[in-house]
């Protein structure tokens, strides 16, 4: 089974990254902070997502919504495959 993620942004500073997930979930979606080190700069950084989602045709759909609302482009991870 592969597990997607919708990743909206990536800020560097964890204040950035929580108002832009608050702003998210304002408009309905289950938006999440999640920390990635950024190995090859040595830096911390502080990624918005929403979902894990099972199937790709569904995270696809939200992904649209959320572009179509917030003008952003974003794209499909897969966080997983088992």
């Known amino acids: 089974t592969t597990v ?4 909206i942004s990536a800020w560097p500073s964890l204040e950035e990254a929580r108002m832009h997930q608050l702003s998210l979930i304002d ?5 999440y902070t ?4 950024f190995q090859k700069k040595d830096e ?3 990624r918005v997502r929403v ?3 099972s199937n790709r045709d569904k995270a ?3 992904k649209k919504q959320i ?3 917030s003008g952003i482009i974003t794209w499909l991870d897969v966080v997983s495959t088992k």
């Open 27 to 31: 408009e309905g979606f289950d938006a």
């Open 4 to 7: 997607y993620a919708i990743q």
């Open 44 to 46: 911390v950084w502080y």
């Open 67 to 69: 572009e179509s609302l």
């Open 51 to 53: 979902g894990n989602f």
């Open 60 to 62: 696809l759909t939200v």
């Open 34 to 37: 999640q920390r990635f080190y």
